[in-house]
């Protein structure tokens, strides 16, 4: 153990004398002590080593607050702190678990910093909203962010790291890794670009990041596109409650804030409804190509440019008059008109032994669950679009996929139909699936042929039951709406439905069901209640 002995000069050269001046003011008022520990190695190169002690001796002579040891590799220190590569600093290593894999140099000296400011302070300085999301992580997180002395992005992501580990200590680590000093680990993660941050060795975020957005994606164990915080309000006053957030509701909403009405979404599950879990979009104009969930990112980012969104929060009551109150599982909501984009849910099959199966080899959404058949035998119900889709994906996915339709002829689209085609993708034309059978997963299916009027078994390891979708009337069954002979809201060509002040828009209205008409239904739903709230036909009827 040595302490830092480089000449003052050459750690004066790091910091010049306003910079000095600055950070003595900043680190004069900070209540702690900042241990710092640098780890050298004999693979070294020296010019290395006399850089890291020239940076740690820098910082010391603008703070006595910094508590500096440098120790080398075999030293028992470096096997207490799990310290295998050089150089490496590691902070305050009793309160936190944050290190730098390399010599923080370049941009990188404002992450060195930053750290050692709210290391003295002992907080992390992060906003309330994003401290809710951090508290939600109730497993450890290992982070690593690769960054590079030369990019100026690198610091933000960096530090965002630092003060997660900083506001939940044991159970948020760190690694920032210099790519510099670290080639062969950022081969290994295939990090060609800086900054990437992966948490558990699952890549999170590609760039840096808001924090909030960083939090999010530390809690999703995924790159979160969008930050939506939590509402406190036991009351909420509007103009416009949208049920619902898929692509009609998200529209709408973007549509009516722009035209000037505060208007709000209430979604009790994820955003995007079925388009989140559709595996590609190929048909939504202007993205030739794009995944359903990615869609649904970019739509929700832009919504929330414009409107609150409350999320998994259910509607229990919509109760009419003026002004509409709205209750939820966790507050009450006024206004002054309600569009019910409620969208439509996976249609069963209704066969013995599907629910039974349920998630234990039948399942209604091959984005979410065809990673864990690949290399099995699968069949897919149905004969529209989705089903198509879904086998194509989970032939992509590698899995061995088997179409069932209970007629001899597809009902999707003709360019779908091809691509089965040129797949090769087997089909069991006029086959019902009668039972699904199996002990503690789904096993076989026992399949009815209606053509030869033979009823086999055949060993399946899933089932995807893709069959169409129910729309969602609860709501506007219980406000008393009229319902068409299909099962849909009834509605007028301005989505006007049968009450005054409550509209529809997307699938819950039936129609084409696709996402660039429910987007569109949205938009016109919303022009319409602007202008009936503006002139209100209601009023016009009574007078
Ligand atoms: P869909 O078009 O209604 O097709 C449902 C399929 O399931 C039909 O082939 C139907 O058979 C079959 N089916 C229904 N009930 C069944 C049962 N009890 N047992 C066995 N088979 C049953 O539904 P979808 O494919 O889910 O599509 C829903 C909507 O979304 C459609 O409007 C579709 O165009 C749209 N969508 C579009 C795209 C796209 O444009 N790329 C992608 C996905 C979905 P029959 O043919 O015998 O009725």
């Not at 890794?177 to 081969?187: E, H, I, P, R």
Request: hydrophobic fraction near 40%; include cysteine; charge should be negative.
């Amino acid at each position: 153990m040595t302490e830092s002995s480089a000449p003052r000069s050459r750690a004066e050269k790091l910091l010049p004398p306003q910079v000095q001046e600055e950070l003595r003011q900043a680190f004069a008022v900070l209540p702690h002590d900042i241990p710092l520990l640098l780890f050298t190695g004999p693979a070294q190169a020296p010019e290395e080593i006399e850089t890291a002690r020239d940076l740690a001796a820098a910082f010391q002579l603008v703070t006595d607050k910094i508590k500096f040891r440098e120790h080398s590799l075999d030293s028992p220190e470096a096997a207490k702190w799990g310290v295998t590569t050089a150089p490496v600093f590691v902070f305050a290593p009793e309160r936190y678990s944050i290190r730098y894999l390399g010599v923080p140099l370049g941009e990188e000296g404002r992450t060195l910093v930053e750290t050692l400011i709210l290391i003295g302070l002992g907080q992390s300085r992060l906003k309330p909203q994003t401290l809710k999301v951090l508290e939600k992580i109730d497993s450890p997180r290992q982070v690593m962010v690769f960054v590079s002395p030369t990019c100026p992005y690198c610091p933000q992501q960096a530090v965002n790291a630092v003060k997660a580990a900083i506001a939940r200590p044991g159970l948020i680590s760190v690694d920032i890794v210099d790519t510099g000093f670290n080639a062969d680990l950022a081969d290994r993660y295939a990090a060609y670009s800086v900054p990437q941050t992966f948490a558990d060795d699952i890549l999170i975020a590609k760039g840096a990041q808001p924090e909030e957005l960083f939090a999010a994606s530390l809690e999703q164990m995924e790159e979160a596109a969008y930050f939506i915080p939590e509402q406190d309000a036991p009351r909420v006053e509007t103009d416009l409650v949208i049920v619902g957030g898929g692509p009609a509701g998200l529209t709408a909403a973007i549509y009516a804030a722009r035209s000037g009405l505060k208007a709000v979404i209430i979604e009790r599950d994820q955003l995007g409804g079925q388009v989140a879990t559709t595996p590609v979009v190929e048909n939504y104009p202007g993205l030739a190509r794009i995944g359903g969930k990615n869609l649904v990112d970019i739509m929700a980012a832009h919504a929330l440019e414009y409107v609150d969104i409350f999320l998994r929060e259910e509607v229990r009551e919509i109760r009419t008059g003026d002004p509409i109150e709205i209750t939820t599982s966790l507050r009450t909501f006024t206004a002054r008109a309600v569009l019910l984009a409620t969208g439509a849910v996976h249609r069963k099959l209704d066969a013995p032994g599907e629910e039974r199966f349920a998630g234990r080899g039948v399942s209604y959404c091959s984005t979410c669950d065809g990673p864990l058949f690949k290399g099995k035998k699968v069949a897919v119900a149905g004969g529209g679009n989705s089903a198509v889709t879904e086998a194509l994906h989970l032939r992509h996915l590698g899995v061995d996929v088997t179409l069932i339709h209970r007629r001899d002829a597809l009902r999707a689209q003709e360019h779908l139909v091809h691509d089965l085609e040129q797949a090769g993708i087997p089909v069991l034309w006029n086959t019902e699936i009668r039972e699904i059978r199996g002990h503690e997963k789904m096993e076989e299916l026992v399949l009815h042929d209606k053509q030869a009027g033979r009823t086999e078994t055949r060993p399946f390891d899933g089932l995807f039951v893709s069959i169409g979708y129910q729309p969602q009337t609860g709501l506007a069954r219980e406000l008393g709406l009229e319902i068409t002979g299909d099962g849909y809201i009834r509605h007028d060509e301005l989505h006007r439905t049968s009450l005054p002040g409550v509209y529809s828009a997307g699938d819950v209205e039936g129609g084409y069901k696709q996402i660039v008409t429910a987007a569109g239904a949205g938009a016109a739903a919303a022009m319409t209640i602007f202008e009936d709230l503006t002139h209100p036909y209601w009023k016009d009827r009574q007078a």
